[in-house]
């Protein structure tokens, strides 16, 4: 599976943003999809995952503004970011793996990461 996060960008405090991650190769609606993150001097974390039958789960952190979706159609996974606050600023990866698992040791392939910068 080759995946291609997009949909990054500068935006203000308390906008949106929706990440997509495109995949190609191997049937990609029976892998569980997550979001991970990476700010500055920090080590990646967990966002968001979601299971080929669309059960989710999300970080703390991002409860409530992010939503994870997919369209196996379109091979795509999606992010949809609201309230958007500085400290979301980071590189957002997808990526795919069998274990629906908050933990990126658990997932085998990896996109590129798409810039999100969020001004206060």
């Known amino acids: 599976v080759q995946l291609q996060a997009s949909g990054g960008g500068l935006v203000q405090a308390g906008d949106s943003l929706r990440l997509s991650c495109l995949a190609s190769?191997?049937?990609?609606?029976?892998?569980?999809t997550g979001w991970f993150r990476q700010a500055p001097g920090k080590e990646r974390e967990f966002v968001a995952v979601?299971?080929?039958?669309?059960?989710?789960q999300y970080a703390d952190s991002v409860k409530g503004r992010f939503t994870i979706s997919r369209d196996n159609a379109k091979n795509t996974v999606y992010l949809q970011m609201n309230s958007l606050k500085p400290e979301d600023t980071a590189v957002y990866s997808c990526?795919?793996?069998?274990?629906?698992?908050?933990?990126?040791?658990?997932?085998?392939?990896w996109g590129q990461g798409t810039q999100v910068t969020v001004s206060s």
């Open positions: 990526a795919a793996g069998s274990l629906f698992s908050t933990q990126t040791k658990n997932f085998n392939y």
């Open positions: 190769g191997r049937t990609f609606d029976r892998y569980i």
């Open positions: 979601i299971s080929w039958i669309g059960s989710t």
